[in-house]
């Protein structure tokens, strides 16, 4: 999670939390069930069987649609180094979205 550090008006420092958003919540909304974004930005679904649950990555990558045009998850080699692995969110426009599990999740 990032944060911004910021002076108000009375010179006391502040601090805003940045978390990430999927980045087309209408495909995760209405394709995925059980969809919960938490204050912190963990997220959670439900697709298919699968149930998911992370930190969304804020990088969003183009790529080719999938081939049925619906929301797609797919298993990725572990990228945040916690031994888990990790899965890529394939949105209907193609755009791509790590999405990171690790056991602090859980």
């Known amino acids: 999670t990032a944060h911004l550090v910021f002076t108000d008006q009375h010179g006391k420092h ?6 990430s958003a999927p980045a087309m919540p209408e495909a995760l909304y209405s394709m995925a ?3 919960v974004i938490e204050p912190d930005g963990i997220v959670s679904f439900k697709l298919g069987r699968q149930s998911y ?3 969304l990555d804020y990088l969003v990558t183009k790529g ?3 081939t049925k045009g619906k929301l797609q998850v797919e298993p990725i080699s572990d990228i945040n180094g916690d031994g888990k692995e990790d899965w890529v969110l394939i949105y ?3 755009e791509r979205q790590t999405l ?3 056991d602090s999740l859980q």
């Open 14 to 19: 502040r601090q805003q939390y940045l978390h």
């Open 100 to 102: 990171f599990h690790s």
């Open 53 to 55: 649950r992370g930190v």
């Open 92 to 94: 209907p426009s193609g």
């Open 64 to 66: 080719t649609p999938p």
């Open 33 to 35: 069930q059980q969809v």
